[in-house]
C-alpha cells in the first residue's frame, strides 16, 4: 500500500500491483483474438488474485473477519450474476458490474475521509474526485441497467429546464468541491457533496433513450476505470492508477467507436435526447407508399433457391430470444448449399459485440460473422438480405436523404441486395422514431411477427421445399 | 506531497496511452467481453477497500470497507466468469452438437 512505511512487506506488496497490471495488459493483448481470448481472461484473474493475496499481507490489517465476510458476499452475488444471466442480458449485467466498481471507488475515498477528515489539499484533491466518479458512475450505471431491463422506461425522460438545472447541479458540486478542498473538515457539507454526485449520475443518464445506451455502457465502463484509477490517486497506489487508466481507455475507445457508428458526437448521445418521442406508423409512410407483405412459405422458397444470403441481425432478434432459431434457419440453408454470411453493425443491439455474443451462444463460428465495412461491398452480389429486427441501422436514409436525422449514419447496404426480407414485429418505427425507407423499397418484402416464432415458421417451411 | 501526486499522474497518462495501444488491437466481435474483462480488472479497486475493512479504525470506517470489498468482489468474480462464459462460446469451427 504504502510504501513510505518501509520495511520489506511494503515494498513485496507494491511489486506485486506491478505484477498483477502487467498481467493484465499481457491478459488485454491476448484478448486481440477470439483464439487466444479466453487465457487472456485467466491471465487477467491471476493477476487479480497475486493483487488481493499480496494486500492481505499489509501490516496496516488488523483483523480479518470483515474482509471474509466481504469476499464471501461479493463471490456468492458474483457467481450468482455470472452463472444465471442469459446472454440477451448482458448489457444489463455489464451495466451493473461497471456501477459495482464505481461504488466500490466511493466508498473507499469515503472511508480515507473518515479515517482522516482533515486531509491535505492535494489529498482532498484526490479523495473528492474519486468519490465524484465513484459516484456518477454507480448511480448512472444503475439508471442504465434499469433502463436496459425496462424497470424504468427505455425513452429518453425529458422535461422543461433539464439541461439548465443539470447545469446547475453540476455547478454546485464543483463548488462544494472546491470548498471541501480547501476547507475539508466539514463532513455534513462532504454528505451534501456526495448525494449531489449520485444524483448527477441519475441526471446524466436519464434524458438518454435505449438505443443510445450502447454509448452509456461504454462511458460508464471507462468512468469505472477512471474512478479506480482515482481511487489510486487517493491511496498513492499506482496498481490502481495503471489498471484504472487502461480500463478508462478502453472505455474511451468503445465510446468513440459507438458514436462513429452513430455519426455523432458524444455531447449530442448525452444531451440530445434521442428517442423522446414516438412516431407512430401505420402500414404506410407519409409519402403514402404501401409495404409489400410475404406471406413463410413465400420467405422459405426465396430463401432456399437463393445462392447466397446475408443475415442481419438486431436488437428485435435479442428481444425475442431468437438466436438459436436463426442458427436452425442458417444451417438449413447451409445443408442446401446456400452460401450464409452474418453483417454486424457495431451499433446492433444494445452495447456493443451484443450480436457477437448471441450468435456465438447459439454456436455461429465467428468467421461467418463480418464487420459492417468488410461486408457492405458484398450486398451488390446477393440474393437476399434477412433483416432480422435491426431497423435504423438498415435505413437508406442515412445515406440518401440529407434531412434525416440519421443521415451520414454508416449503414449496412442490404438495400443494394436483389431481395430483402424484414422480419419484424409491426410498422413500429425504430428506436430513433425515424421512419424507414427501406420497408418501401419495391426489393423488400415484409414479414410481420415475434421474431421467433417467425424463424420457426420460417424453418418448418424451409423443410418443405 | 505534491511530488508524489505528479508522480502518480506521470504513471496514469503513460497506462492510458499503453491501453490505447493494447485495446485498440481488440476486434469488433469481442467488444462485449473486452468490456466485462475490463470491467473485472477495474474491481482490482478491492485491494483499498481490504486494507480499509481490516483496519479496524472505527466501526463506521469498516462497514464502508466492507460494502467496498463485496461491491468490488462481485465486480471481479461476476466480471471474470460472466467473460469466461462468452468466450468459451465463441469457436472457429462448428461443433458436431447442431
Keep these: 500500500m504504502t510504501a513510505t512505511a518501509g520495511g520489506i512487506i511494503p515494498l513485496f506488496i507494491d511489486f506485486s500491483y506491478l505484477l498483477a497490471a502487467t498481467f493484465f495488459i499481457f491478459g488485454l493483448k491476448l484478448l486481440s483474438s477470439p483464439a487466444t481470448a479466453r487465457r487472456g481472461n485467466i491471465l487477467g484473474a491471476v493477476g487479480m488474485l497475486i493483487a488481493v493475496v499480496a494486500t492481505l499481507f499489509d501490516q496496516q490489517i488488523l483483523g480479518f473477519g470483515g474482509i471474509l465476510i466481504g469476499i464471501l458476499i461479493g463471490s456468492a452475488i458474483g457467481v450468482l450474476l455470472a452463472v444465471k444471466v442469459k446472454m440477451t442480458a448482458m448489457p444489463q449485467l455489464v451495466g451493473i458490474l461497471n456501477g459495482f466498481g464505481g461504488g466500490a471507488s466511493l466508498l473507499v475515498a469515503a472511508a480515507e475521509y473518515v479515517r482522516d477528515p482533515n486531509p491535505a489539499a492535494d489529498v482532498a484533491v484526490t479523495i473528492m474526485l474519486s468519490v465524484l466518479i465513484g459516484a456518477v458512475t454507480f448511480s448512472g450505471s444503475m439508471v442504465a441497467a434499469g433502463k436496459l431491463q425496462e424497470v424504468i422506461t427505455g425513452r429518453a425522460v425529458t422535461y422543461p429546464l433539464q439541461k439548465t438545472g443539470n447545469a446547475l447541479v453540476f455547478a454546485v458540486i464543483l463548488l462544494l468541491g472546491i470548498y471541501l478542498i480547501a476547507a475539508p473538515q466539514n463532513p455534513q457539507l462532504f454528505t451534501v457533496f456526495t448525494v449531489l454526485s449520485l444524483l448527477l449520475g441519475v441526471l446524466l443518464v436519464i434524458p438518454i433513450g435505449g438505443a443510445d445506451m450502447p454509448v452509456v455502457i461504454s462511458l460508464m465502463n471507462s468512468y469505472s476505470g477512471l474512478a479506480g484509477a482515482a481511487t489510486g490517486f487517493v491511496l498513492h497506489n499506482n496498481g490502481l492508477i495503471i489498471t484504472g487508466a487502461l480500463v478508462g481507455a478502453s472505455g474511451i475507445i468503445l465510446t468513440q467507436i459507438m458514436c462513429k457508428a452513430m455519426n455523432r458526437s458524444l455531447t449530442n448521445v448525452m444531451f440530445g435526447a434521442f428517442g423522446s418521442q414516438v412516431t407512430a406508423g401505420a402500414g404506410r409512410s407519409a409519402t403514402g407508399l404501401t409495404v409489400q407483405e410475404v406471406t413463410a412459405e413465400d420467405a422459405a422458397i426465396l430463401l432456399g433457391y437463393a445462392r447466397s444470403v446475408i443475415v442481419v441481425p438486431g436488437y428485435g432478434m435479442a428481444v425475442a430470444q431468437a438466436q438459436h432459431n436463426v442458427r436452425e434457419l442458417t444451417s438449413l440453408l447451409e445443408a442446401r448449399g446456400v452460401e450464409v454470411k452474418y453483417a454486424i453493425h457495431p451499433v446492433a443491439g444494445r452495447m456493443p459485440g451484443h450480436m457477437n455474443v448471441l450468435l456465438a451462444e447459439a454456436n455461429v463460428p465467428y468467421d461467418k460473422l463480418y464487420e459492417m465495412e468488410r461486408i457492405n461491398g458484398e450486398f451488390e452480389r446477393t440474393d437476399v438480405a434477412l433483416v432480422i429486427g435491426a431497423n435504423d441501422v438498415v435505413n437508406p436514409a442515412a445515406r440518401n436523404d440529407p434531412s434525416s436525422p440519421i443521415y451520414g449514419m454508416p449503414i449496412l447496404d442490404v438495400d443494394l441486395a436483389k431481395n430483402v426480407i424484414v422480419l419484424k414485429r409491426s410498422m413500429n418505427p425504430g428506436f430513433a422514431g425515424i421512419e424507414n425507407e427501406l420497408f418501401y423499397r419495391p426489393n423488400t418484402r415484409m414479414l410481420f411477427g415475434d421474431a421467433r416464432e417467425t424463424l420457426t415458421k420460417l424453418v418448418a417451411e424451409l423443410k418443405k421445399v | ?98
Design chain 2, 1 to 98: 506531497m505534491a511530488e508524489g501526486l505528479m508522480v502518480s499522474i506521470t504513471v496514469f497518462v503513460l497506462a492510458m496511452f499503453v491501453g490505447f495501444e493494447v485495446i485498440t488491437k481488440v476486434p469488433q466481435i469481442l467488444h462485449t467481453p473486452l468490456m466485462s474483462g475490463s470491467n473485472a480488472i477495474s474491481g482490482i479497486t478491492v485491494v483499498g477497500a481490504l486494507v480499509i475493512a481490516g483496519r479496524l479504525s472505527s466501526p463506521f470506517d469498516t462497514i464502508l470497507g466492507v460494502v467496498a470489498v463485496a461491491l468490488a468482489t462481485i465486480n471481479i468474480v461476476g466480471g471474470f466468469l460472466v467473460t469466461d462464459r462468452m468466450l468459451q462460446m465463441f469457436r472457429k469451427k462448428e461443433d458436431g452438437t447442431r
